[in-house]
């Protein structure tokens, strides 16, 4: 008889804050493409969520060659690796039509909840700020979208959930603030 190994593993209480504390978020820069235009000269829809994807790998994801790597930047990428992420909800929502700007875009990136084996990603989307800090307080110029992504932590040899470790969990905490509130959910 086969188990499910997430199944025998204590259950665990989702970590989210019940006041926002005095939160630190992560600061960064993505590219905006030509192809990731639409027609209309904007940010295509689908394409928010690139830019996304690629905040959360420069953030999330231990990069040996990068001389200064994220505070966050905990998890091992690539082939023989042995977790990876997976991810299993994503939601956006925009307030205002992304533009291509030469400097690109300015994500805002921390983390709404954390339970036993997932994290969820909150994100914002602002005009680049010249000279911002890579962490710091909340931004408060007005976002382009605010987004949401749900990532379970997997085994890879069996792609069963397993836990956050310790130390993951260490190194998210200075980043833990209250989860988007998004103003149309059903």
Not at 15 to 44: C, E, F, K, M, Q
Not at 108 to 124: A, N, T
Not at 155 to 175: D, I, K
């Amino acid at each position: 008889m086969t188990t499910d190994p997430a199944a025998e593993m204590p259950a665990e209480t989702p970590v989210t804050p019940a006041t926002p504390p005095a939160t630190t978020r992560l600061r960064i820069p993505v590219a905006v493409r030509w192809s990731d235009l639409d027609a209309y000269g904007h940010v295509n829809n689908a394409q928010a969520f690139t830019l996304l994807e690629e905040a959360r790998i420069e953030a999330f994801w231990a990069n040996p060659e990068r001389p200064d790597p994220w505070p966050t930047a905990i998890l091992a990428m690539g082939h023989g690796a042995p977790v990876q992420t997976l991810v299993a909800r994503q939601e956006m929502e925009y307030a205002r039509p992304m533009p291509h700007l030469r400097s690109g875009l300015l994500v805002q990136l921390w983390i709404g909840r954390m339970g036993g084996s997932s994290i969820e990603v909150c994100y914002s989307i602002h005009d680049p700020e010249p000279g911002t800090a890579r962490t710091g307080p909340p931004l408060t110029s007005p976002p382009y979208a605010v987004a949401a992504t749900t990532l379970v932590m997997v085994t890879t040899a069996t792609g069963a959930p397993t836990r956050l470790l310790p130390e993951h969990r260490e190194a998210l905490m200075p980043y833990l603030d209250t989860p988007v509130a998004f103003r149309h959910r059903r």
